[in-house]
């Protein structure tokens, strides 16, 4: 059966309905003028959702599309998805997606009989307010991101779009993205995909996030091309340049985009053929171990033309990150900034165990990258974004307080052009348009219209967190801590963030002192010229670690491994 057809089937038969109730009216029996003028207004009804702009499921779904929101009003308890209470949160509750519908639409976000959280659950979070509250006069909250060996630093917003490639967006949902963030003045992360013209066509500020397949830059057989990179690279509208070294929806697992799905539009941004098979690898080619990853850095900030350069990983095994840290040190060089992505990740298509059971969620992963930068006393030097489930003003202020500088949010933005959390990403028959290829759904989200909900989104979100900053007694995101975060745990005690993710003292690591746990069986396991640990981490548990190092182990990582062994 035609897509088409499935998507109005409803509206073709109230209009057929029309017609012979009216031919039976006429010959019948007047009795049929009734139903006939019911259908009849049915039929306007579905005119008006073809031809209106502001709704892609009344474009998708002529009539019956309305039951959505009929609904909606009538009963909140059959709310989409009809039978889910409020505050269900997987992955993201009704009350989230509709506080951004509610400020991407510019509509009151105000609840005028308290809170629908159990407040006396255990993980229900709060922010401590102040006695001496302030007044943020402007919500624009800005970082400046560019090290000491950049020269074209980014003042970049501390709330921004986070890695969505074109391919697993349609193209009028890149179109509205950028616009609005053109419109709002924030940052667009191309995703992985390469920089497709979609990216280009409004101006809006981007973020290039280069993948192991190189896409946008490879040679046509897979590898880094200097060439390719420098042309994109050296765009006014190309702000920083973001190495993917793995990503929270799946990470430690490349994908292959069939080949039926790598349309000609889409073979061009990645640049490689169309109609085949399209394979992003596991890891890198251009870089292997930690201190070439420092090396290639160094390339591509030259190659852009001195744009700040960093990477952007899911944690996994907190050797591999310390082995990066310990990278920095020897080889001097720093990423202009660091994105961690949490486990809690959703725009990656990827087998359940990888979404549900692989990767460090978001707060231990930005917490462990925060206190390993303070405790080389690099910090300073790095910027740090974080992604996963930030979707809130409370979102951000919880993450920032953690250690972020700013904020990336993929499906807060997906919901602000029209996403209702259908999980039909990958079938290519996305109700709204959003991750579609398919030229007649897309045709329901209208660049126009959905851009400036993008930038409503923003910044009402940002106006939402001064707010919060005020309340707590600050002037700006930086100022956040995590005693100004608490949360009731399972023991039914109320504790701040500091209590649960104590800070290191600057340069603590250098001085060898180990006070975690993780810092003490698995910095020493970490060598610069290797991701590969220097021993196991059952040796680092039992004390046997320096009886464990490989025989062609350098005279340095020997006795690193015996200080190891000493602090365990």
């Known amino acids: ?232 690279a050296t765009r006014d509208n190309v702000k920083m340049i973001e190495i993917k070294l793995s990503q929270g929806a799946k990470p430690g697992h490349g994908g292959i985009l069939p080949g039926p799905k790598v349309t000609p539009e889409i073979a061009a941004a990645r640049g490689v053929p169309a109609w085949q098979d399209c394979n992003s690898p596991a890891q890198h080619s251009a870089f292997t171990t930690p201190v070439e990853l420092m090396d290639f850095i160094v390339r591509l900030r030259a190659l852009s033309g001195g744009k700040p350069v960093g990477f952007k990983l899911c944690i996994g095994h907190p050797w591999e990150w310390f082995a990066i840290a310990k990278a920095m040190l020897k080889t001097g060089v720093t990423p202009d900034f660091i994105v961690v992505d949490g486990a809690e990740g959703g725009t990656g298509a990827a087998p359940i165990e990888f979404v549900d059971h692989v990767g460090t969620p978001l707060r231990e992963a930005l917490r462990l990258v925060h206190n390993t930068l303070v405790g080389i006393g690099l910090r300073e030097r790095i910027k740090l974004g974080a992604s996963g489930k930030i979707i809130s003003a409370f979102d951000m202020a919880r993450i920032l307080a953690l250690g972020a500088d700013w904020c990336n949010s993929a499906r807060g933005f997906m919901f602000a052009i029209g996403c209702i959390q259908a999980q039909a990403c990958h079938t290519g028959k996305c109700p709204t348009g959003v991750t579609t290829q398919d030229p007649k759904r897309q045709e329901a989200l209208v660049v126009g219209d959905k851009s400036v909900r993008v930038a409503s989104f923003h910044r009402n979100t940002l106006q939402a967190l001064a707010e919060l900053l005020g309340a707590a007694g600050l002037r700006h995101p930086g100022e956040l801590r995590p005693h100004h975060i608490a949360t009731r745990t399972p023991g039914g005690e109320v504790r701040v963030l500091a209590a649960l993710f104590p800070d290191l003292e600057k340069g603590e690591l250098l001085q060898g002192k180990f006070r975690n746990t993780i810092f003490r069986t698995a910095w020493p396991m970490a060598r610069a010229e290797s991701f590969s640990p220097l021993y196991s981490l059952s040796a680092a548990l039992s004390g046997n670690a320096a009886s464990s190092l490989p025989p062609d182990a350098s005279e340095a990582n020997r006795a690193e491994g015996r200080e190891g062994t000493q602090a365990v």
């Open 1 to 232: 059966m035609s897509p088409l057809l499935t998507r109005y089937t409803a509206f073709y038969v109230i209009i057929t309905a029309t017609v012979v109730f009216l031919v039976l009216g006429i010959f019948a029996s007047a009795a049929w003028l009734l139903p006939a003028a019911l259908c009849a207004a049915l039929t306007a009804v579905g005119v008006m959702d073809l031809r209106q702009t502001r709704h892609a499921i009344r474009r998708n779904y002529p009539v019956i599309g309305n039951l959505r929101f009929l609904f909606e009003y009538i009963r909140p308890e059959m709310r989409q998805y009809f039978f889910e209470d409020d505050t269900t949160s997987q992955p993201f509750s009704r009350v989230d997606r509709s506080l951004v519908y509610q400020r991407a639409k510019r509509q009151i976000d105000k609840r005028p009989f308290g809170t629908q959280r159990d407040v006396y659950q255990i993980g229900y979070e709060w922010i401590n307010h102040s006695m001496e509250p302030t007044h943020p006069e402007d919500c624009d909250f800005r970082i400046t991101v560019g090290g000491p060996d950049c020269s074209q630093p980014y003042s970049l917003s501390v709330l921004n779009i986070s890695a969505m490639s074109f391919g697993a967006l349609s193209a009028n949902a890149v179109r509205a993205l950028n616009k609005g963030a053109e419109l709002g003045g924030f940052a667009h992360d191309t995703g992985e995909g390469g920089v497709s013209r979609y990216h280009l066509e409004h101006g809006g500020d981007l973020i290039w996030n280069i993948g192991s397949g190189y896409f946008g830059c490879n040679d046509g057989k897979g590898t880094f091309s200097e060439e390719k990179f420098a042309e994109y």
